[in-house]
């Protein structure tokens, strides 16, 4: 008890500090006083109302993907589901031009993921672990590209994808949305072989392995979590893009992505707004992303912890 | 938006300069070691370094050179330089002006809700309580949501007859069931509802952010302050906000960044609405209609902005450090 243990038949306060530290210990006993109940609930209220600001828009999103528009466009809203259907998520899935964009964009996603993923790893083991002149101004490059917008080269690499007779193809968005991704990549697992210690790979060396087995066998396998987490934070970027989808292709075509084709979701006719159906394409959309992310939340938190603490 | 704001934070200058101090174990590139490092390393970084230059150095060093021509596809007229004519006549299209207006009123509007709010949803995840996980969870929820699809969910949640939102106001009598009103089409309140589905994305990014800066304070802190009778509300202003500085100066600076160029909440919402228009939106205008040369001078303007807070932000940041 912190009572007894501060108590002056037992040992002598000598300070006045230490007698604060005492009365603090005795004020703390009183928790049920009016004001600290009051402080709680409070406490509570707010997390709740974080809880509910934050979950609410996509919660409402289901609910309206799976209530009948019979029941949908009816005053005043219910908050619960009233009636349930799949209707919506079955005519999503059955339009043509919807399924096509999800494919395009796994497509283009995961081909740009994987090439950065590639490219990156092996640049960013040498800026991270070799010495060579140069490596400064190349991270330097590199920092300042993670930084810059897309909308500033918009206008060039229009040109370039026309010249290239790319226009309107899944490769044109490869290419480009490397500008963003791989500059990323380098960044993030430079730090990352950065911070693993020395002695990895000299005692590989000291066995006689080159570098680059050195790299293969030792820490490519230990930087598969740093590689995991790169690769969905470039995988969402990539999924989520949405400016250069839309300039470089043809927004009601074939070769467009997920997000330019939930964009332009209308109805059958010009007046028809479907709100449903919006909600459930928008679902389908986010689920893949949610899930990624909530497996690996607790390295992502902690990899946003790394980057804000060392800034 | 190219790169993910939520993909940014890994990303600090201090770690750069970390990045190219030498560990000491080079042993000089006159070395046979040495020599034999510097070749692999530049081979290895090669292929990188040609992508970027190519997709990102190449046509950022072309839109500067494009916004002194006419360039424009599909067009028989030769292309020409024409000086400084299109940023001219940019700064003579009012439209344009009332895009930077735009642009920076979402900026300074949003950036400052988003730091105010993330500090109270840091403030309340780095207090102990149970189901603490969860709710970190759940707050993750918006910043995984692509920004196309929250433009598409708020704007259900706006809609004027069947909006969840007016339907609330409604029923708390805020509102006449008779004349609802039209958050997106209003001109008034457009921009505010931009703003509203921006703040309700990046909270996470900025709470996060904050909440690792507020974890590096050592506890004792708050004892001594305790002890000396030190209330919350001074303790925050005194400890808490000195201390959490450079974390919050990171994720102000990487937010204005990103709310200085905003494009897609913006043209999914509201397209090409005079109401709303952002730079960037008046840019990708330009070039969609394929009228290069113009549409570069306000990509260029973009650049500069975003290139010179980005300078403050580094230059600040060498400050924090000694």
């Given at each position: 008890?912190?009572a007894?243990?501060a108590s002056p038949?037992?040992?002598?306060v000598t300070?006045?500090?230490?007698?604060?530290?005492i009365?603090s210990?005795y004020?703390k006993k009183?928790?049920h006083?009016f004001?600290?109940?009051?402080?709680?609930?409070l406490?509570?209220?707010l997390?709740?109302?974080i809880?509910?600001?934050s979950?609410?828009?996509?919660?409402?999103a289901?609910?309206s993907?799976l209530?009948p528009?019979?029941?949908l466009y009816?005053?005043?809203?219910?908050f619960?589901?009233?009636a349930?259907?799949?209707d919506?998520y079955?005519?999503v899935?059955?339009?043509?031009?919807?399924?096509?964009?999800?494919?395009?964009s796994?497509i283009?996603?995961?081909v740009?993921?994987?090439?950065?993923l590639?490219?990156g790893t092996v640049?960013?083991?040498?800026l991270?672990r070799?010495?060579?002149?140069?490596?400064t101004?190349?991270?330097y490059?590199?920092?300042?590209m993670?930084m810059?917008?897309a909308?500033a080269?918009?206008g060039?690499?229009?040109?370039?994808?026309?010249?290239l007779h790319l226009?309107?193809t899944?490769i044109a968005l490869?290419i480009?949305?490397?500008s963003?991704?791989l500059?990323?990549?380098?960044?993030?697992?430079?730090?990352?072989?950065?911070?693993?210690?020395?002695?990895?790979e000299q005692a590989?060396?000291?066995?006689g392995?080159?570098?680059?087995?050195?790299l293969?066998?030792i820490?490519?396998p230990?930087?598969?979590?740093?590689?995991?987490?790169?690769?969905?934070?470039a995988?969402?970027?990539?999924?989520?893009?949405?400016?250069?989808?839309?300039?470089f292709t043809?927004?009601g075509?074939?070769?467009?992505?997920?997000?330019v084709?939930?964009a332009?979701?209308?109805?059958?006719?010009?007046?028809?707004?479907p709100f449903?159906?919006?909600?459930?394409?928008?679902?389908v959309?986010?689920?893949?992303?949610?899930v990624?992310v909530l497996?690996v939340?607790?390295?992502?938190?902690?990899?946003?912890t790394?980057?804000?603490?060392?800034? | 938006?190219?790169?993910?704001p939520?993909?940014q934070p890994?990303?600090t200058s201090?770690?750069?300069?970390?990045?190219t101090?030498?560990?000491g174990r080079?042993?000089?590139?006159?070395?046979?070691?040495g020599?034999?490092?510097e070749?692999?390393?530049?081979?290895?970084?090669?292929?990188s370094?040609?992508?970027?230059?190519?997709?990102?150095?190449?046509?950022l060093?072309?839109?500067?050179?494009?916004?002194?021509t006419?360039e424009?596809?599909g067009s028989?007229?030769?292309?020409?330089?024409v000086g400084w004519d299109n940023?001219t006549r940019?700064f003579?299209d009012?439209?344009?002006?009332?895009?930077?207006i735009?642009?920076?009123?979402?900026?300074v509007?949003?950036?400052?809700?988003e730091?105010?709010?993330?500090m109270?949803?840091a403030?309340?995840i780095?207090s102990?309580?149970?189901?603490?996980?969860?709710v970190?969870t759940?707050?993750?929820v918006p910043?995984?949501?692509p920004?196309?699809?929250s433009?598409?969910?708020w704007?259900?949640?706006?809609n004027?007859?069947f909006?969840?939102i007016n339907?609330?106001?409604?029923?708390?009598?805020?509102?006449?069931?008779?004349?609802?009103?039209?958050?997106?089409?209003?001109?008034?309140?457009a921009?505010?509802?931009?703003?509203?589905?921006?703040?309700w994305?990046t909270?996470p990014f900025?709470?996060?952010?904050?909440?690792a800066?507020l974890q590096?304070?050592?506890?004792?802190?708050y004892e001594a302050?305790r002890?000396?009778?030190a209330?919350k509300?001074?303790?925050?202003?005194t400890?808490?906000l000195p201390?959490?500085r450079?974390?919050?100066?990171?994720a102000?600076?990487f937010?204005?960044?990103?709310?200085?160029r905003i494009?897609?909440l913006?043209?999914?919402m509201?397209k090409?609405s005079?109401?709303?228009m952002?730079i960037?939106?008046?840019t990708q205008q330009q070039?969609?209609?394929?009228r290069i040369g113009?549409?570069?001078?306000?990509?260029v303007?973009i650049?500069?902005?975003?290139?010179f807070?980005?300078?403050i932000y580094?230059?600040?940041?060498?400050v924090?450090?000694?």
């Open positions: 008890m912190a007894t243990e038949t037992q040992r002598i300070s006045r500090d230490e007698l604060n530290q009365a210990r004020r009183s928790k006083s004001g600290s109940v009051t402080r709680k609930m406490f509570w209220l997390i709740a109302i809880v509910i600001y979950l609410f828009p996509f919660y409402w289901i609910v993907s209530t528009d019979s029941l009816k005053t005043p809203v219910k619960w589901p009233q349930f259907t799949w919506h079955s005519q899935l059955r339009d043509g031009g919807f399924l096509r964009a999800l494919l395009n796994t283009v996603s995961t740009t993921v994987l090439l950065a590639f490219f640049g960013a083991y040498a991270g070799l010495h060579f002149r140069g490596r101004i190349i991270l490059l590199i920092l300042s993670t810059f917008p909308v080269i918009i060039s690499l229009f040109i370039f994808v026309r010249q226009y309107n899944l490869i480009t949305y490397l963003f991704s500059p990323f990549t380098v960044w993030v697992l430079t730090n990352f072989f950065k911070a693993m210690p020395d002695e990895l590989a060396m000291v066995d392995a080159t570098p680059l087995r050195a293969w066998q820490l490519l230990m930087a598969v979590p740093g590689l995991v987490t790169t690769g969905l934070l995988f969402i970027a990539a999924w989520s893009e949405f400016l250069y989808a839309l300039t043809i927004p075509g074939n070769n467009t992505t997920v997000q084709a939930i332009n979701f209308s109805g059958r006719t010009q007046f028809e707004q449903a159906l919006k909600m459930a394409a928008a679902v959309v986010t689920i893949p992303l949610l990624g497996l939340q607790r390295r992502i938190v902690s990899g946003l790394a980057g804000a603490i060392k800034g | 938006m190219a790169l993910q939520e993909a890994l990303v201090q770690a750069a300069v970390s990045a101090k030498s560990k080079w042993a000089g590139p006159d070395s046979a070691i020599r034999q490092q070749r692999l390393g530049w081979m290895l970084v090669v292929p370094v040609l992508i970027v230059l190519l997709v990102a150095v190449y046509p060093i072309r839109t500067f050179y494009l916004s002194f006419n424009r596809l028989v007229r030769p292309t020409r330089w940023y940019l003579d009012s439209l344009f002006r009332h895009s930077m735009n642009t920076i009123e979402f900026t509007i949003s950036v400052a809700i730091t105010v709010l993330g109270v949803v403030l309340v780095h102990e309580f149970k189901g603490r996980g969860m970190r759940a707050i993750l910043w995984a949501v920004t196309v699809v433009a598409l969910l704007q259900w949640m706006f004027d007859f909006g969840v339907s609330i106001l409604i029923r708390l009598h805020l509102m006449s069931a008779s004349h609802p009103k039209s958050w997106t089409a209003d001109p008034s309140t921009l505010g509802a931009v703003v509203a589905v921006d703040v994305k909270i900025m709470a996060l952010l904050l909440l800066g590096v304070i050592p506890s004792d802190v302050a002890v000396d009778g209330s509300w001074y303790q925050f202003w400890i808490t201390l959490v450079p974390a919050l100066l990171v102000l600076i937010r204005t960044l990103d709310a200085f494009f897609d913006i043209y999914v509201m090409y005079p109401a709303t952002s960037a939106v008046y070039i969609g209609n394929q113009f549409g570069s001078a306000p990509a303007i650049f500069l902005c975003v290139g807070l980005a300078f580094t230059r600040l940041i060498k924090e450090e000694v």
